[in-house]
């Protein structure tokens, strides 16, 4: 079978409880990524990694369907029996179908996105409903995706919490063990409306009380740049996600905003404090990606959230 995902690493990241449940049962399984998240999983976690570099997921124009098509005629090769379209991006449900496989599942909004819907059915066999917002009975995303392969693993399954189960599907090895708090240097503090000062508060707090392990990928340098400036720390810049992945599994604990590193740290089991935005949604959007199988605490990031997040900390470590 087939899993399609070629959204970015928390996104992927969500699969993981399903593929557990496809390895215990010796379910062969493939996953297609994009760019952004290919090399999220360990070798061991699937067969086979496949990475739709020249995809664009919401694109119609003639090169990208061509494209589509081609990628779709390389995995018919495979011939395989189900494909499970994880993502809501018109590419996944067109390569669904374009791979000829008779069982394609995939979501479906009914009435919340009508027009979508109809477009959707198409491409899928198997619908699976989910809603077009966020959904008020605040299901989390592993939940909610682990539903496309109910009608392989059965109605009885269960996606694991278990983070021994996770972990060796994110990481490859086992990292020596790091007494230092991670903490990820990101733009997407700024993103989420959280100041890099309010960051460099964070951090002093953190570093009164711990030693601290400031996390950067190298694609962000110009952000940990102006960081280090600010703050006169060293920030560590990872151009690969495999070393990235085993700072954060092998850290005491990490401090994230609502990004990749907080989804890696949710599956290997590293406590976690997590910053989201203060939008009205708030409590749905935690729900849906809070940490899904290590210990943590998610903190509302407004006016005093450096103060909750250092306390947050304080209460799991």
Not at 14 to 39: C, K, S
Not at 245 to 272: E, Q
Request: with cysteine.
């Amino acid at each position: 079978m087939l899993v399609i995902r070629l959204d970015a690493i928390g996104d992927a990241l969500a699969l993981t409880p399903m593929l557990a449940a496809l390895r215990e049962r010796a379910i062969p399984a493939d996953v297609l990524l994009g760019p952004a998240n290919a090399g999220v999983f360990s070798a061991g976690a699937v067969r086979r990694a496949i990475v739709a570099r020249t995809i664009r997921q919401r694109s119609a124009d003639r090169s990208n369907l061509a494209a589509v098509a081609a990628l779709g005629e390389e995995l018919r090769g495979a011939a395989y029996s189900h494909v499970l379209v994880a993502t809501e991006d018109p590419a996944g449900y067109r390569l669904a179908r374009a791979t000829g496989a008779p069982v394609r599942a995939g979501f479906t909004n009914l009435w919340g996105k009508p027009g979508k819907t109809l477009w959707s059915w198409r491409y899928v066999n198997v619908r699976v409903f989910r809603s077009a917002g966020l959904d008020s009975s605040a299901p989390h995303e592993c939940e909610v995706l682990f539903r496309l392969a109910r009608p392989i693993l059965g109605d009885a399954a269960v996606p694991t919490r278990d983070p021994s189960l996770l972990r060796p599907l994110v990481i490859d090895g086992e990292p020596a063990r790091d007494e230092r708090v991670a903490i990820q240097v990101t733009d997407k503090w700024e993103r989420l409306g959280m100041s890099t000062a309010a960051v460099a508060e964070l951090v002093e707090r953190v570093g009164a009380a711990y030693a601290v392990h400031l996390v950067a990928a190298s694609h962000e340098s110009s952000y940990a740049d102006r960081f280090a400036g600010l703050t006169g720390r060293v920030v560590e810049r990872f151009a690969e996600l495999a070393p990235w992945k085993d700072a954060i599994a092998g850290a005491r604990a990490i401090v994230a905003p609502d990004s990749g590193a907080l989804h890696v740290a949710g599956m290997v089991g590293t406590p976690v404090v997590g910053v989201f935005p203060p939008s009205r949604a708030y409590e749905l959007q935690a729900a849906r990606w809070s940490p899904w199988a290590a210990p943590y605490r998610i903190v509302r990031g407004d006016d005093e959230w450096p103060r909750a997040a250092a306390a947050a900390l304080a209460g799991l470590t």
